[in-house]
T-cell receptor, first 111, second 115 residues
């Protein structure tokens, strides 16, 4: 079955860029997603990328997709303390409805 | 829209008791999902409904778990009897299937503690 993997932890200084990485095993997804989870809250859809795109930029967020290597990344420019959260990548694998989530990367932004 | 609404936010119960979690999906969404989140297993899909019909319940841990969706605006997840290992955050999510980009929207979750 589909497997989505992420590193568990990332610590950056406020104002620096953060890069969160994700690898997946199934390449049939039409879209790939990034979700953000703040403490005590649900998952909030942050951004997504269509599978035939290499890059998508949305304000401070840049998503890069390397389909050959099955690698997805999320870059947050000018990281702020409010960006501290857990970030999940997700895709549908070979399913039309079952969104498979990575284990999440906990981002800590130091002042 | 108020988003996906779950209740209660927190539930503390004793082992053996029945627990009922509730969810109101976003109006107009025709697909509903129940996920469970734990430190050990991450996010697991428990059950998926489409047009109020359960399509995939392969993630339901065992017979103690049951879910219903009597209409398009309400779903329940019931655990009877509850056990300490059921302690987790349970999320409900909904989306509009067939609309193109299949964005999934989550509720705030129910933090369940079984003592």
């Amino acid at each position: 079955g589909e497997d989505v993997e992420q590193s568990l932890f990332l610590s950056v200084r406020e104002g620096d860029s953060s890069v969160i990485n994700c690898t997946y095993t199934d390449s049939s997804s039409t879209y790939l997603y990034w979700y953000k989870q703040e403490p005590g809250a649900g998952l909030q859809l942050l951004t997504y990328i269509f599978s035939n795109m290499d890059m998508k930029q949305d304000q401070r967020l840049t998503v890069l997709l390397n389909k050959k290597d099955k690698h997805l990344s999320l870059r947050i420019a000018d990281t702020q303390t409010g960006d501290s959260a857990i970030y999940f990548c997700a895709d549908f694998g070979d399913s039309s409805y079952k969104l498979i989530f990575g284990s999440g990367t906990r981002l800590l932004v130091r002042p | 829209d108020a988003g996906v609404i779950q209740s209660p936010r927190h539930e503390v119960t004793e082992m053996g008791q029945e627990v009922t979690l509730r969810c109101k999906p976003i109006s107009g969404h025709n697909s509903l999902f129940w996920y469970r989140q734990t430190m050990m297993r991450g996010l697991e899909l428990l059950i998926y409904f489409n047009n109020n019909v359960p399509i995939d319940d392969s993630g339901m841990p065992e017979d103690r778990f049951s879910a219903k969706m009597p209409n398009a605006s309400f779903s329940t997840l019931k655990i009877q009897p509850s056990e300490p290992r059921d302690s987790a955050v349970y999320f409900c999510a909904s989306r509009s299937q067939g609309a193109g980009n299949e964005k999934l929207f989550f509720g705030s979750g129910t933090q369940l503690s079984v003592l």
